[in-house]
């Protein structure tokens, strides 16, 4: 039997182990052996290092940023994976663990890629920063800038550390100024509407990669949409 209680007040812990023993002597009696020893300063320290974890754990999962380890012996398996990065990948945490990229992602095609990229860090031996542009785990394309790290744990096991950032925002933000920049150059070049009006939705199709271009006013009184200009590839500014 084996009990952990206080002793005098709830700073002060104490291990009791008892044991139930023959002397062998006297066959027929039971003896009982009882050990108590102070386990104060190692309660403590168990319960800093909860509180720690706990904080960290509380940490890794706040920040908007993914951040994942894997364990390159044992097939590059995930060992951890943090809140952001498992809504990313369209698991829970506790899925990640355990699994490699082949098992989490439905693209076999992307989880080569990643392998890939892991084997060629691995043999470089140094950290390396670089962007990717994958699926999410809703299908939903991603742009990622993107740290992996190799290093050794403690026990001497090789791992790789990855450190994500989401920059889909951004990038598409960057992208919006760079369009607004360009049409107001084009306004500013050229005086005629409808040769600015096509520049526009040249860089409208380019942008978003759609093959035609439509231009509506909306008319409060009938509450419809008057399409009033149409851009194709195979013609210029349609006026209707």
Known sequence: MEVEYR????HCWRNFRLKASRD??????????G??????EITENVCQLKDTLNLWNLVLDTIPV?????????DFRYIIGNRSFAEFMGHSVHDIQGHTDFDLFASREAAELFRQKDLEIMKNGRAEEFFESP???????????????????ASGEAMLLGVTID????????????????ALSQILLE???????QKICESIRNQFRCDRVSLAIYDR????????????????????
């Open 167 to 182: 920059i889909t925002e951004l990038d598409a933000r960057i992208q919006s100024e760079e369009f607004t920049n360009n």
């Open 7 to 10: 002793a005098g007040n709830e």
């Open 66 to 74: 993914m951040i994942f380890a894997k364990k390159v012996d044992d």
């Open 135 to 153: 699926l999410d785990g809703n299908g939903n394309p991603r742009h990622l800038r993107t740290n992996k790290i190799p290093f050794v744990s």
């Open 191 to 197: 005086n005629d509407f409808n040769s600015n009006l």
């Open 35 to 40: 050990v108590i020893q102070d386990i104060t």
């Open 221 to 240: 009184h009938t509450d419809a949409f008057q399409i009033e200009y149409r851009h194709a590839p195979d013609c210029n500014i349609c006026l209707l």
């Open 24 to 33: 062998l002597s006297q066959p027929q009696k039971m003896l009982l052996i």
